[in-house]
């Protein structure tokens, strides 16, 4: 196994016949807009192997349960398609001394992988985990939802200018993005350091 990517399945079918073509494989994330195909394994989909995990910390209580199902009676044809996985999810949060329990949600992914439940938990959660730490670090420490710039070229100059900046924090030895912004707004020499100017 070459490679493993995880797409939108807005990407067409001809890009997954590429993927699995060129010996590489995919994991995508069904969403309904892929009408048959989200219809017909939200109807045939049958638990053959389960993963449960919780995990605690931050005040949250995370519950994941990941089932996999490598019956493909009954979906239409997709290439290289090995397995259909149903991820459930639940996030309880403690407040004070209340504990209020979320709204579960269901998630289907479909992929050209034969892996075990557990195997694929590991794999959804560590794409999300980094999905999570980009657009936390955009959207909350350089506040690229807040910005009101739309004037066209403006918005694709700032993310090139956000994007030189995160790099740059990165490069010089920075695992916190929020610590690395106002290090280097407060102190010009670390500003230096970090843009390796002397």
């Known amino acids: 196994m070459a490679l493993s990517l995880l797409l939108t399945l807005s990407t067409l079918k001809k890009t997954a ?3 699995v073509d060129s010996g590489n494989h995919y994991l995508g994330a069904l969403k309904g ?3 048959d195909l989200f219809r017909d394994v939200k109807t045939h989909f ?3 192997d389960t993963d449960t995990q919780v995990c605690k910390g931050h005040g949250r209580i995370e519950h994941r349960r990941v089932c996999v199902c490598r019956d493909l009676e009954g979906i239409g044809p997709w290439p290289g398609l090995s ?3 149903r991820v459930e999810s639940r996030r309880d949060e403690w407040k004070g001394d209340v504990l209020f329990v979320g709204k579960p949600q269901v998630h289907y ?3 050209s992988l034969a892996e075990s439940a557990k195997q694929f938990a590991e794999r959804i959660r560590s794409y999300w985990g980094v999905e999570n ?3 936390y670090v955009r ?3 350089q506040g690229e939802d807040a910005c009101r ?3 066209v070229p403006l918005p694709q100059i700032w993310t090139i200018a956000r994007n030189l900046a995160l790099n740059l924090y990165r490069g010089h030895g920075f695992k916190n993005m929020a610590q690395a912004q106002r290090l280097c707004s407060l102190d010009f020499n670390i500003l230096m350091q970090a843009f390796r100017m002397k």
């Open 139 to 141: 959207d909350v420490t």
């Open 109 to 111: 992914y479909i992929s």
């Open 33 to 35: 807009n892929q009408g």
């Open 46 to 48: 049958h638990s053959e």
């Open 133 to 135: 730490k980009v657009h």
């Open 17 to 19: 016949r590429q993927i």
């Open 149 to 151: 710039i739309r004037t």
């Open 83 to 85: 397995s259909l996985i």
